[in-house]
């Protein structure tokens, strides 16, 4: 299984951004999908995950801010930012857990410019 993460950039503080994450194969079966973020000289940082129910989580620095979702007709997983500070600034990680198995997409730059 691929996972192509894309949608990252440039913008503003203030600004919105949408990250997709397409898979190379269909995402029904995928019991968790998500996001997680790393910032220069920072660990890993999970961001927001959605179960195969629709029950999504988030961490609280994005609570509020960022809304992740997914369509399985389009194979596709999605993070709305809204509200981006330059705290945000991270390589943005999309990943799939499958039974034991977990699969993690290469990663877009976004970059909040303040």
Same mark, same amino acid.
């Given at each position: 299984? !691929?996972?192509?993460?894309?949608?990252?950039?440039?913008? !503003?503080?203030?600004?919105? !951004? $949408?990250?997709?994450?397409? =898979?190379?194969?269909?995402?029904?079966?995928?019991?968790?999908?998500?996001?997680?973020?790393?910032?220069?000289?920072?660990? $890993?940082?999970?961001? =927001?995950?959605?179960? =195969?129910?629709?029950?999504?989580?988030?961490?609280?620095?994005?609570?509020? $801010?960022?809304?992740?979702?997914?369509?399985?007709?389009?194979?596709?997983?999605?993070?709305?930012?809204?509200?981006?500070?330059?705290?945000?600034?991270?390589?943005?990680?999309?990943?799939?857990? +499958?039974?034991? +198995?977990?699969?993690?997409?290469?990663?877009?730059?976004?970059?909040?410019?303040?």
């Amino acid at each position: 299984v !691929q996972l192509q993460a894309s949608g990252g950039g440039l913008v !503003q503080a203030g600004g919105s !951004q $949408r990250l997709s994450c397409t =898979a190379s194969r269909r995402i029904f079966s995928f019991k968790i999908m998500g996001w997680y973020r790393q910032a220069p000289g920072k660990e $890993r940082e999970w961001v =927001a995950r959605i179960i =195969a129910s629709g029950t999504t989580d988030y961490a609280d620095s994005v609570k509020g $801010r960022f809304t992740v979702s997914r369509d399985n007709a389009k194979n596709s997983l999605f993070l709305q930012m809204n509200s981006l500070s330059p705290e945000d600034t991270a390589v943005y990680y999309c990943y799939a857990f +499958l039974g034991s +198995l977990d699969y993690w997409g290469q990663g877009t730059q976004v970059t909040v410019s303040s």
